[in-house]
C-alpha cells in the first residue's frame, strides 16, 4: 500500500521542508539536521521505489483517480527512478559540502532563503523527470528555471546580477519557444498526455506534416537553448562562473542534464523512431553535437578562471549526451544516458574541489595552482580523478561513455565520430593536465614541499571523498547502470501505452 | 496564391506569429535592458493569443453548463485553463526580471547595455 | 502620500474590494476566475492600501510575519487536503471517490475539494502580492 504512492511522498516531502525553512534560525541546533536529514529520508524513499520498480516493473501513477487521457500521470520506470536517485544523491551532497561554504558568499541571515531555492529546485527537477504530461512538464520546467536563477542572484555581486539577468531573459525565451511547441503539438492530435499523443501521432503525421515539423523545430530550439547546445550556449560560462560554488555545482552538473533527459522522452516517446528517421532530425543533432563538443573544448583552453574553464568544459559534455542521442540506435541511447550520471558525478567533483580550493586559498586562476597538491592533497586528489575521467583514462567513468559512443558510431558506420571524440579527449587533456601536474609536481616559493593534510571542515571533505570515490566504482563496474538502461529502453525504442 | 478569405479566418494565427516574432526582436537588440523585459512579455502574450485561439470554434457558446438546455456545442476550456498558470509564470518572471533590474541601476546609475559595458572595461582597466 | 482625499475614498473602497475578491475566490468552480484571480484582486485591495498611507503603517496593519504564515500555510492546506485522497486509498488529490461531499448542483457548497483548495490559493497568491510589492519598494 505503502508502495503506490512513493513518487507523491517524496515530491511533497521536499515541497514542504522547502516552504518551512524560512522559519528556523539559521543560528539555531536544528537547522542543519533538518536539512540533511530531509533529503537522507527522501533518497531512502527513492532506494525504495528503485527497488520496488526491479523487481515488479514500471507503473504509472494517476492523479486524482482520473483517466489517463484527462487526468496528468507519473510514469515510472526503471532508468527513471536510477535517475531520480542519483539526482537526491548528488544533490545530499553537495548541501552537505554547502553547509560551511556558503558562509563566505552570502550573509548567515540568508541562508534558509538560499535552501529554500535548493529545495524547491530538486523538487521541480524530480518531478521533471517522472511525468509523464506535456504541460506538467512545462510548469515543472518553469519552477525549475526561476529558481535556478535565484541561487545565482543570491549572492549581490555586480557580476552576479548581470549573468542571472541574462539567464533570465535567455531560458524566457526558450520555455516561450516550447510553450509554442507544445500547443501546436495540441492542435493537431488534441491530447496532452505522452502516452496518448504517440498513439495518435502516425495518422496525424499523414495529414499535417508541416505542422509537427514546425512544432518539433521549436520545441528543439528552446531545449537546446536551455541545455546550452554550441550556438545557444551563451548565457552559461557568466552564469557558472560568477555564482556561489554549490549553486554552479548543482547547475552545471545535473540541471543542464535534465533538459537533454526531457529531450530524449520527447523525441522518442511522443513522436516516435520512425517519424524521426522520416526527416532525418537525428542527423542534424548530431552535427550540432559535434561542432558543441570541438568547439566548447577549445573555448575552455584559453580559459584563466578555474571556474570558466569548467563551464566551458560543460558545454563541451552535454554535446556527447546529444551525440548519444542523436545516434538514434539502442547502444547511442545507451550511451547518451550513461553520460548524463557518469557526468553528473564528475562535474559535481570538479566544480566541489575548485570551491573547496577558493575557500582555503582564495586563488582563482589556473596558473597560481603550483604546489596546491600538497597543501590540500584529498581535495586536489578528487580532482585529479574526476579530471582524469574527463580526458578519458580508463578505470574512471568517463572513458566508458567514450567506449559505448564509440561503439554506438561503429555500429551504424559512420566512423568520423570516433575521429572527433579522441580530438576532444586530446583537447580536454590539454586544459586539464597541467592543472594536475602543475598541483602535484610543481615547486611553490610559498610553500614546503611537505604534505599537510587538508585544513577544510569536514562537512567538505566529506562529499569530495565519496564523489571521487563513486566515479571509480562507476567507473570500474559500469554494469550497475548500463543493466539497468538496457532494461528501459524498449520503452523508449516503442512506447506502448 | 494566399487569398483573402484564408488570411481573414486564420488572422489570430497570423497576429500570434508577428507578435512573437516583434518580441524576440526586440529582447535581441534593444539596448535599454528595460525594453528586453517588455519584450518577453510581448513574446508570452503572442503564445497566449495562439493558445486561446486553438479552442475557439465559430458559433459556440461559453463552457457554462445551463442547467435548463443542457448545451453541448461549447467552446474548449482547457486551453484557457493552461493560459491562467502561464499567466502566473509570466507575472513571476516580470516581478524577478524587475527587481535585478532595480539593484542594477543602483550599481551602474544607467540602465543602458552600451553604457554598463564601457563602464565596466574602464573599472577593469 | 499625504492626501486626504485619497485616504478617504481608500478607506471606503477597500472593503468592497476585498469582499469582490472573496466572492471571485468561493464561486471558482461555478463562473469564471479561481484562486489566482480571487488572491491577485485581494492583492491589489493591500497594494492600494500601501499607496494610501505609506509602508510603515500597512506594516502595522498586516505585519511581514503573519504574511510570511499564510504563505506557509497555503501550501500545507494544500498539501493536506491531498493526502487525504491518499488516506481513504485512492490517489492523491482526489474528489469524489475520497468521500468530498458534492452537494447540489449549481449552489456554492458543490465541486468538492475544488472550493477548498481555491481557498488556500487565494490566500497564497495574496500574501505574496503584498510581499513583492514590499520588497520592491523599500529602500534598503
Partial sequence: MISNHLPVYILILLLISAVTTPAIKP???????????TLTI???LALTMFIVVWTNGPFYYNFGNWDSVIGIEFFVDEYTSLFVLAVLLISLLIIIFSLEDILHDIPKEKTPHYYTLMLLMVFSMLGMIMTNDLFNLYVFMEILSLTSCGVISIKRNKANIMASFKYLMLGTIGSVSILLGIA???MVTGHLNMGATSQTISSVWQMYPRNILISLSFILT?????????????????AHSAAPTPSSAILSGIVIKIYAFSMIKILFRVIGIDIIKAISINEYLTYFAVISIVMGSVFAIGQKDIKRLLAYSSVSQIGYVFLGIGIATEMGLVAGMYHIIAHAMMKSTLFLSAGAVIYRTGIRKVNE?????YELPLTLGAFSIAALGMIGIPGVNGFMSKWYLGLAAFEIGKPIFIIFILISSFLNAVYFLPIVISAFLKESNRREQIMIRDDIPFTMKAPLVVLGAACIVTGLFPNIIVNVIQRALPTFMTFVF | MANLDMILDNINYIGAFTLFIIGLYTVLTHSNLLKRVIGVNIMETAVFLFFVSIGYIKGASAPILDQITGESFYVNPLPSAMILTGIVVAVSITAYGLSLLINLYKEYG?????EIISKEEKAND | MDDLIVKTITKLVVPFIQLYGIFVILHGHLSPGGGFAGGAIIGASLILFTLAFGV????????PSVTEKIETGGIIWYALLGFVGIAVGTSFLSNKIAGFPLGNYGSVISGGLISLATIGIGLKVASTMITLFHRIIEED
Fill in chain 1, 27 to 37: 543560528s539555531s541546533k536544528k537547522f542543519r539536521p533538518k536539512l540533511v536529514g
Fill in chain 1, 42 to 44: 527522501a533518497s531512502l
Fill in chain 1, 184 to 186: 501546436m503539438l495540441y
Fill in chain 1, 222 to 238: 528552446g531545449l537546446g537553448l536551455k541545455a546550452a547546445i554550441f550556438p545557444l550556449h551563451v548565457w552559461l560560462p557568466d
Fill in chain 1, 369 to 373: 595552482f603550483d604546489g596546491l597538491g
Fill in chain 2, 110 to 114: 544607467t540602465l543602458e547595455l552600451d
Fill in chain 3, 56 to 63: 510603515n503603517h500597512t506594516n502595522k496593519v498586516v505585519p
